[in-house]
């Protein structure tokens, strides 16, 4: 099995003393860039004020799978980036292996696009082989943590997760990076069982927020229920001796959250909803809302994480609070959202996290006119970001 020292660390129960505190590394310059770019104005001033400061931990600011902007993403190395960019709490997206293991990945079947599965000796447990780009057709494949153990997934490279659609060989499909991210930190990054995040985490002096990721396979797998996969990643912490009150586990399924509610109720108390629109949301007419805000209130649901788009709207040529972000919040419902800093450059919309406010959204500044909005107006608790150090600034700033 291929073991950096890092990881030879955290097997041991040690951590590296450079690690061992997260030191902060500053903000780098995107925050005075990003600042740079927005209008003269009252948050423009107070930002610019705020320049040169020290930086503080702030657990309003969230690491999305570490610091995936420049990171392979659920790496040792990106996780130690988001920490020291200030993030007071660090997500493993949790999934299993075929011994039903959990091990940190965005999704079960993501393993051809976030590691070099494709090109080494595990590709004949692809559940779709790669198939090379042919006329019409882009190039594809498809492999699961599940097709394999967790000592074969940690013999596995994580890489940026890319992939070329053009692609006419397993090898040129590692390719294909987003201009606006990197591959300069791609030189063998640490894989992460969910334990050895959880240990990580620890030795950082940062919070935690694992995310349950919805099976590919059908459950119950082999005799795996959701219920044990749910209760198995909150065991996880349980033995590793972290306080519920350091854990925010979070599932975009309602049963999972209602189940750490009722099972798990100290962990449950901090339990996160995650939901997205689907084509027919409006985030300013409640017909098209397919959540109940006053049932899940009484469900015992206390933290709701809608997407961005969710939760601001055009008024006036700027970013407000959404009607769903109003009565979300009127229902006694604590808002964390997610993910600032995936969309590259704003020049064209922003993408998908901007798709209802994309009239208004055509420069960089834009994200922290956003931000103002999300921790001003929707009175977030929190905010994910691929790059911490803009949300951090902002919190810091702020006195967030």
């Known amino acids: ?80 980036a988001g920490a020291s960019q200030g993030a007071g709490v660090g997500e493993c997206d949790v999934t299993f292996t075929k011994d039903k293991e959990l091990v940190c990945r965005h999704a079960q079947n993501d393993l051809h696009t976030t590691t070099n599965i494709l090109v080494s000796a595990l590709a004949a447990t692809c559940t779709t082989p790669f198939s090379p780009a042919a006329g019409e057709d882009k190039a594809a494949a498809e492999c699961r943590t599940s097709e394999i153990s967790l000592s074969e997934f940690k013999d596995l490279m994580p890489k940026m997760d890319s992939a070329d659609s053009a692609a006419t060989t397993a090898e040129e499909y590692q390719g294909g990076i987003a201009g606006w991210r990197t591959a300069l930190y791609v030189q063998e990054p640490t894989i992460l069982a969910h334990a050895e995040s959880i240990a990580l985490f620890k030795d950082l002096g940062v919070k935690m927020t694992p995310e349950l990721k919805s099976p590919s396979v059908e459950m119950p797998f082999d005799g795996f229920t959701q219920a044990d996969y ?75 994480a809608p997407s961005m788009n969710m939760l601001v709207t055009p008024e006036n040529g700027t970013y407000a609070a959404s009607e769903y972000a109003k009565q979300a919040k009127a229902a006694g419902l604590n808002l964390i959202t997610w993910s600032l800093e995936r969309s590259g450059p704003l020049a064209s919309g922003g993408g998908w996290y901007y798709n209802s406010t994309t009239e208004i959204t055509d420069n960089d500044g834009d994200i922290y006119e956003l931000v103002d909005t999300l921790a001003q107006d929707v009175e977030v608790t929190g905010i994910f970001s691929d790059w911490p150090a803009t949300v951090t600034f902002y919190a810091n700033c702020m006195g967030l």
């Open 1 to 80: 099995m291929r073991r950096t020292p890092l990881l030879a660390l955290l097997a041991l129960g040690t951590a590296a003393p450079a690690l061992a505190e997260a030191p902060l590394s500053g903000y780098g310059p995107r925050p005075a860039y990003l600042i740079g770019k927005l209008p003269e104005g009252e948050l423009k001033t107070k930002l610019q004020s705020c320049l040169g400061q020290p930086m503080e931990k702030t657990e309003f600011s969230i690491a999305h799978r570490g610091a995936p902007m420049m990171f392979p993403e659920h790496t040792a190395e990106s996780y130690i």
């Open 230 to 304: 749910a209760q198995k990643m909150i065991d996880e912490y349980k033995a590793a001796g972290v306080p519920a009150s350091d854990v925010f586990p979070q599932s975009f399924n309602l049963e999972d959250v209602l189940y750490w509610i009722e099972n798990e109720p100290d962990f449950g108390a901090q339990a996160v909803f995650l939901v997205e629109p689907d084509d027919s949301f409006d985030e300013q007419n409640p017909e098209t809302w397919k959540q109940d805000f006053t049932e899940l209130a009484a469900q015992g649901v206390k933290y709701l």
